[in-house]
């Protein structure tokens, strides 16, 4: 649990940093960092219910998105501002960092299976976030289309 | 519109559309201002055309009939502040349609707009180190060590850049001083997992922008330009990742 914890406040902090460096300013930094804490708090909570990691990625990633795409309509901002430090802690940099490593030291088994699991991990982030704005944006359609009528 | 007025109005569009790019924007984006843009004034078809380092816009009308400009695209440069001002002023320039004086005004604003200062950058690259580091499972003297290293790669990163080299070179190089770094740190006993350290740093240089936008572009029908910045992105998270992990083969 305590180890939760800490996790959950080096993601915020973490990703605060990121957003600064993206030079994103005012409210707009507190709600991107915010959703760096919501979508690792969702990974953590789906941790608990699964052991396969590339799933937590996943729902991990539609939250992440659907928080983005709607913090974006409301602050009336392209949607990029609130998902790419929101993402932040879900890369997976361990993994590719050692997956390098066993590669440095001629040891292909670790290799594999690091490589492996960045490459995998990384899809199923992309799997979650290219699904949730597509679906987003066909459900807003319609409702623009239903006020409109 | 003239012939010169659509000259003028089209260089505003080609402007921002630039702008949006450089600052980090998906093509998509890209494209659908420049073409909101020039309807605005009155265009009669407007194509778009642009990849991560190059715009082409042709536009028809009645009295200037086609007029085509291009532009080559430089370096990028992440900036969501501005991203998000030039999205402002687009939605503005479509809705008030004010004299390209007026834009070129708006524009320069925007370009010279606040950037957070030197001090403060560094004392950012500490924090996000820092909080990886931990994040990743390191403990109090491994935050520590990969937070001092990460504010050295700032300065180093800083004097290389002045030089101008390609942004692979740039990364290579700090991330290989980054890797001895992190190694000397634990050799000397100040740090415990050398890894741990390196991973904390490693987040400040992988680029996490470009792969989300590659995805976004991807997935909007950009496939040319998704896969550009995919392999870019790929290529530089490996060159980055080698280059930490450089210096473990040393020790």
């Known amino acids: 649990m305590m180890q939760e914890a800490v996790q959950l406040i080096a993601a915020f902090l973490g990703s605060l940093g990121f957003a600064v460096l993206f030079n994103i300013r005012g409210e707009k930094l507190a709600f991107a960092s915010l959703g760096a804490l919501m979508s690792w708090g969702i990974y953590l909570i789906t941790a608990h219910f699964t052991d396969n990691a590339y799933l937590c990625g996943f729902v991990a990633s539609v939250m992440l998105t659907l928080y983005a795409e709607i913090m974006a309509r409301i602050h009336k901002t392209p949607v990029t501002v609130f998902l790419v430090s929101a993402a932040i802690p879900l890369i997976p940099g361990a993994a590719l960092y050692r997956s390098m490593n066993c590669l440095m030291q001629r040891n292909w088994d670790g290799f594999a299976s690091n490589s492996a699991y960045t490459l995998l991990f990384a899809a199923s982030m992309s799997a979650g976030i ?5 679906v987003f944006r066909m459900i807003w359609k319609w409702a623009y289309s239903q006020r409109r009528m | 519109m003239k012939r010169e007025e ?41 194509d778009v055309f642009s990849i991560t380092s190059s715009i082409v816009t042709t536009m028809y009308g009645g009295e200037f009939e086609t007029y085509t400009q291009t532009r080559r695209v430089g370096a ?29 005004s708006e524009l320069d604003k925007i370009c010279g707009g606040p950037r957070y200062s030197f001090g403060v950058q560094l004392l950012i690259y500490a924090l996000v180190s820092g909080s990886f580091s931990v994040f ?6 491994d935050m520590a060590a990969s937070a001092v290293i990460g504010v050295l790669l700032k300065f ?36 415990n997992h ?32 998704g896969l550009i910045r995919f392999m870019e992105s790929v290529l530089l998270a490996v060159v980055i990742a080698l280059g930490f992990t450089f210096a473990n083969f040393l020790f």
């Open chain 2, 76 to 104: 990028m440069a992440n900036d969501l502040h501005k991203l998000d001002e030039l999205n402002r002023l687009s939605r503005r320039i479509c809705a008030e349609r004010p004299e390209p004086v007026e834009i070129k």
């Open chain 2, 194 to 225: 050398a890894d741990l350290i390196s991973i904390g740093n490693i987040m400040l240089f992988i680029p996490g922008l470009a792969f989300t936008n590659s995805l976004r572009d991807m997935f909007s029908g950009d496939t040319i330009t």
């Open chain 2, 6 to 46: 659509a000259e003028q109005y089209l260089y505003c569009a080609m402007s921002i559309g630039e702008q949006l790019l450089i600052s980090g924007a998906e093509v998509g984006r890209v494209e659908d201002t420049i073409r909101r843009i020039c309807m605005a004034y009155g265009a009669e078809r407007v």
């Open chain 1, 130 to 134: 290219t699904f949730t704005t597509i």
């Open chain 2, 156 to 191: 180093l990163e800083a004097f290389i850049k002045r030089s101008s080299v390609n942004p692979m070179i740039t990364a290579l190089l700090c991330s290989s001083a980054g890797g001895l770094l992190a190694n000397l740190v634990v050799l000397s006993g100040l740090g």
């Open chain 2, 136 to 141: 990743f499972g390191g403990d109090w003297k």
